[in-house]
């Protein structure tokens, strides 16, 4: 089993920025994959970015390239999301998850949830 907390979600305006954190907790961390998904009221869950075991292969959503960045130190055993250039279409809540090894960019492919944590971008 693996526990995941996310942390870091809150109010911004447009064009700021957020680092969003998931920390892990259970069975080795640096053996899992990492994603973060996001739910818009009223949207379905959709895919964010995506890091593998090692920190060696990211992908990231249309959406979001070049403005977000994900990162893990498995050190600590926590992920990260950091967002900028934030537009109010990017207010969700936002999920992190976790997979065995390789990278998944479909929430089916992701064993292990956070509760999420909400972020807000106000125009």
């Known amino acids: 089993q693996v526990q995941l907390v996310e942390s870091g979600g809150g109010l911004v305006q447009a064009g700021g920025s957020l680092r969003l954190s998931c920390a892990a907790s259970?069975?080795?961390?640096?053996?899992?994959?990492m994603g973060w998904f996001r739910q818009a009221p009223g949207k379905e869950r959709e895919f964010v970015a995506a890091?593998?075991?090692?920190?060696?292969?990211?992908i990231y959503a249309d959406a979001v390239k070049g403005r977000f960045t994900i990162s893990r130190d498995n050190a600590k055993s926590t992920g990260y999301l950091q967002m900028n250039s934030l537009k109010p279409v990017d207010t969700a809540v936002y999920y992190c998850?976790?997979?065995?090894?390789?990278?998944?960019?479909?929430?089916?492919?992701?064993?292990?949830w956070g509760q999420g944590t909400q972020a807000t971008v106000s125009s």
């Open positions: 890091i593998n075991w090692s920190g060696a292969n990211t």
């Open positions: 998850a976790a997979r065995p090894i390789s990278i998944g960019t479909t929430s089916y492919e992701y064993v292990y």
């Open positions: 259970g069975r080795t961390f640096s053996s899992y994959a």
